[in-house]
Each structure stands twice: as structure tokens, then as C-alpha cells.
């Protein structure tokens, strides 16, 4: 079962990246409903002859973790930040943000001198609270999933080498929480919703009354949840753009990791104009149709079910259409080996 959550998370996180991808950036208006149904439909339907489904930044870092991961049995920022670098500019067209390709030049020419100050000094010293660290962070949880507070370390230690701000922060540790708790339950077993909710919210509340992640404009992943908790009790009687403006769909992380979130919870049950009986999928499409940054948002909720359900609640058809999959299918046995050993 633990070896299904493991391959289920990562390819879990690459199938939301690649099939959101070609969406990002549209306003929810524009999503067509019959459209992405169709898109699915096709997607898991007869194999036929296609490219695959191009992988984004998301995926590249997440690779880049993992790996780092597997080769030190540590977290290891120098090692980490230049694989980042040297996956970057190896490949620098899978939509990488200008901002993060602005810490990576700085890492390049300091020969990564010192992998932490370029992050630090983004934003004129404030930070970055884009959602990059929470996008690429399911490894962290699978690797460190017995050791809740290394996991924690970790998880904020990796990302603050591109994001410092605490809502960047905040929002990686808040999707390592959430993929730490799909590990630890029984997919057999119907989710306790109400509980699992609680559970994060409790959690990310401790995180957030520390001092030092104390932010000026009053957001918080707390608030958030609350939320999100509201929504899950509308139901039905929620539409998209509702959920979009409430919860956010945009490149910050407090206005997509919640998001995600949502998406694999309110997927537990069918969904309006979603029509699949596997919860795997209506998780990836429902964020898919909440528009924005559809890529990142579908990978979040898609690594959080694969966690969750596993891999085999992911057709086969959705796994040969996405680009890497052999290799991210690799790099979750290895880290169930290196872990489990």
C-alpha cells in the first residue's frame, strides 16, 4: 500500500501538471465544462497516436528534489540549489517565472557561493510567497513521513532557496502536511472529511502562531481553511467561480494551496458536470475548471489523491500521456526503497 502512495503522489503531481498546462492562465470563464470533459474523456480513452503531454517547472523541481533527496539521504541545500540551476539551464522552456530564473542567474554567477542570500534578497528583502516551493515539495514528505519534525524542516528548507516570504513558506509545509496525512490513511476507507480538515487546520495553526511567520497583511492558511471548510459543506451549491474567488487561483501560495486542497476533498463525492467514477480525475479536472494557474494548483491536488487513493487510481492511459512518467515512477521506488530499508 505504502509503495502505491508513493508512485501514486508523484505521478499524481506529474499528471496535473501536464494535463493543466495547457489551461494555465485562463480565467475560469473560459473553461468550458463539455470541453474539459471531452479533454478527459479522450485523454483516458482508447490509446491513439498523440505527443505526450509536455511536464512544466513544476515537475522539473520536483525531480530535482527527489533526486537530491535519493543522493545524500538528507537534504542538502548545495546540492539541491544546483540541481535546480543546472536543471534550468539545461531546459529553460518549461515556464519557469521570471523571478525564479532572477535567483537562479544570481546562484549561477555566485558559483553558489551561498545558495540561501539570492532568495532572501528577492522583493527587495521580503521574499518571494509564490506557490514554487509548495509545487515541488511532495518528495519531502515521502522521504521524511516518519520523522514529522524533520519532515517540517525540510520542507521549509528546501523551499526557502527560491521563496522566504512566510506565506511561501507557510503554503509548502501546508501541502506537506496534506500529503502526510492522505500517507497515513486508509483509501479503503471513506475520508473523514470534517477530520481530516481539522487535523491541517490544527497543524498549520501551531505553524503560523510562531513568531517569526507573523505577516503584515492578515492573510492566513487558518483563514483559508475555514474557508474551504464552508465550501465543502455548500456542496452542490457551489459553482467554480465561487470557489476561485474565494480560495484564490493565482501563482501565490495562499491563494492555491488551499485551493488544492479543496479540489481533492470536494472530489471525494461526484461533482457537477464531471463525469467520471474515479476520484483521482474529478480531483485534476475540478481544479483544471477553476482556471488560473491550472497547472500548479492541478499538480498540488493531484500529488494530495495520489497520495491518498495511490497509483492505481490512475488509468493507464493518463500515465503514458504524461512526459516522464517512467522516470518520476523511478524516482518514487527509490525513495520507497531508500526509506523502507
Known sequence: ???????????GALSGDCFGAPYEDEPVSAISKTQLQTYFDNLEGPPFK????RYTDDTAMTKCVAESLIAHNAFNAYDMAERFVKEYYVDPNRGY?????????????QNL???WKPAEEQFGGSGSYGNGGAMRVAPVPLFAHKNYDLMLDIAEKSTRLTHTHPLGVNGALLQTLAIYLCLKRNPETPLDIAEYTKELIDKISIIE????RVVSDQVSYRGQLLKLQTLLELGDNVVPYQIAEELGTDVSAVFSVPTAIYCFLRAQNPVPDINTSSPFRRTIQLAISLGGDTDTIASMSGAIAGAYYGIDSISQNLQNLAEGR?????LAMKLYNQVTN
Open 1 to 11: 500500500m505504502l509503495a502505491k502512495k508513493f508512485r501514486g503522489c508523484l505521478i
Open 113 to 115: 557561493e551561498n545558495v
Open 97 to 109: 517565472g521570471a523571478n525564479v530564473t532572477d535567483v537562479f542567474g544570481k546562484l549561477n554567477i
Open 326 to 330: 517512467e522516470i518520476i515512477d523511478s
Open 50 to 53: 498523440t505527443p505526450q503531454y
Open 209 to 212: 502562531s510562531q513568531s517569526n
